[in-house]
């Protein structure tokens, strides 16, 4: 069985307070009501010591004594040093020898023997009514009523405060369960605010992770359809007349499918790890040179060093180029310079068709192709996609501008050494 949390909080409060009040009973009745005790036989003792002067007659201390019996007090006797009754008035019941009561255990009756020792060695006896029982209940009694209002008090702040939890508990469990817009409202500023505002930045990311891959899948797997197309085509003619450009065919697009599936695995591992990448640092120039060589495009570079991951910038720079190449044509080049503030700028131009202003954010999205350009056979539409997730990922940046004189130019923009926040 689950025991609810306002539950485990309201009796947790309900023994503290219980603990409380045992503790407050306990230290009154060995403080106060001993210091009041002490105080009260002082004053009987110098009270009836003046009443019952000593030498006097049995009749007058008979006489005395019998004035003395006024409530609580029922019963009175009067003992000499060695013991001796030598007077007494009103009820005698449970007045004995002073030796004898002095020995005996308090009562805890509604009657009560009190010794009454005077200062010339006399003892008094007294038969005391005693309504300390009624104080005590009463005591308690408001000790109780104290405790109650605390408790009635208590609990409709307990309450509050677990049932924000509980509400967030049901958030998460329909969020669990599939409801990916479920977000828990946000109130006050304490912890328990905060937890719902840390739920729904979790929510938004989760949410938004799911959705990009989703698309991705639909996105791939009709990407992945058009070379498997053509290899099942391939094989086909191939069995009726064997070609030595039908296999060449198939080990391209092989080769392409591969190469796109590699892009979805690393795009993929770009979107879910958080993690900064590596520091090492990195000769861009020598990646932008390597990368222009094997693709026999024309490159102008300045030493330019960067930190970060070697691998993810080699990718980089290698999808940059290979997307000018088959959507700008021929008129490819890459230059890499020296910001004002030493950042590394590389800018990849060609002189293809150009893209329109109100596309040149969208072709960063995954899969996306502008209205004017055609199927290469080639292209798969994550190329600058992971363009943009590597260069976030190293604090860079990377646009389209137009070019003069027609095409377009890819500027990336990375921190120099030192200089990634």
């Not at 405060?161 to 669990?176: K, M, P, Q």
């Not at 499918?257 to 993929?268: A, R, V």
């Not at 691998?311 to 959507?327: G, H, Q």
């Amino acid at each position: 069985m689950i025991q609810r949390l306002y539950v485990r909080i309201y009796l947790t409060t309900l023994a503290s307070l219980v603990v409380v009040v045992i503790l407050f009973g306990v230290l009154w009745q060995f403080t106060a009501e001993r210091a009041a005790n002490v105080d009260h036989d002082r004053f009987m003792a110098a009270l009836i010591g003046k009443a019952l002067p000593a030498g006097g007659s049995v009749d007058a201390l008979q006489t005395s004594l019998a004035g003395l019996v006024v409530p609580p007090i029922e019963g009175l006797a009067l003992y000499d040093r060695q013991g001796v009754r030598l007077a007494s008035a009103g009820n005698q019941a449970g007045i004995g020898n002073p030796a004898a009561i002095a020995q005996s255990k308090p009562g805890h009756g509604m009657f009560a023997a009190q010794l009454i020792k005077l200062d010339d060695g006399r003892v008094v006896v007294a038969r005391t009514h005693t309504d300390s029982l009624q104080m005590h209940l009463g005591g308690l009694a408001l000790i109780g009523l104290i405790a109650l209002a605390v408790a009635l008090g208590t609990y409709p702040v307990v309450r509050r405060l677990t049932r924000r939890l509980e509400a967030l508990a049901s958030d998460v469990d329909r969020f669990g369960g599939g409801d990916l817009s479920v977000r828990a409202p946000v109130a006050g500023q304490d912890e328990v605010s905060s937890l719902a505002a840390s739920f729904n930045s979790m929510a938004d990311r989760v949410a938004s992770l799911l959705e990009a891959h989703s698309r991705m899948l639909v996105n791939a797997s009709h990407e992945l359809r058009s070379p498997l197309a053509r290899v099942r085509l391939a094989l086909e003619l191939y069995e009726t007349a064997p070609r030595a450009e039908l296999l060449h065919g198939m080990r391209q697009d092989c080769a392409e499918i591969g190469e796109q599936i590699e892009e979805i695995l690393l795009s993929s591992k770009l979107d879910t790890v958080t993690t900064a990448p590596p520091q090492d640092p990195v000769d861009l120039a020598a990646l932008v040179a390597e990368e222009s060589s094997r693709l026999d495009i024309a490159f102008e570079v300045v030493p330019a060093e960067v930190r970060g991951d070697g691998r993810l910038l080699r990718r980089l720079i290698r999808n940059l180029l290979e997307n000018a190449l088959k959507y700008g044509g021929q008129g490819v080049d890459a230059h890499l310079g020296i910001g004002d503030h030493g950042q590394r700028i590389l800018l990849v131009g060609d002189r293809g068709p150009g893209i329109a202003e109100a596309e040149r954010e969208r072709i960063f999205e995954p899969f996306y192709r502008p209205a004017n350009t055609a199927e290469t056979g080639s292209g798969w539409g994550l190329g600058l996609a992971l363009v943009r997730q590597i260069a976030d990922r190293h604090h860079g940046s990377v646009h389209c501008l137009p070019r003069v004189g027609g095409g377009c130019v890819f500027e990336l923009t990375l921190p120099a050494p030192g200089g990634a926040g």
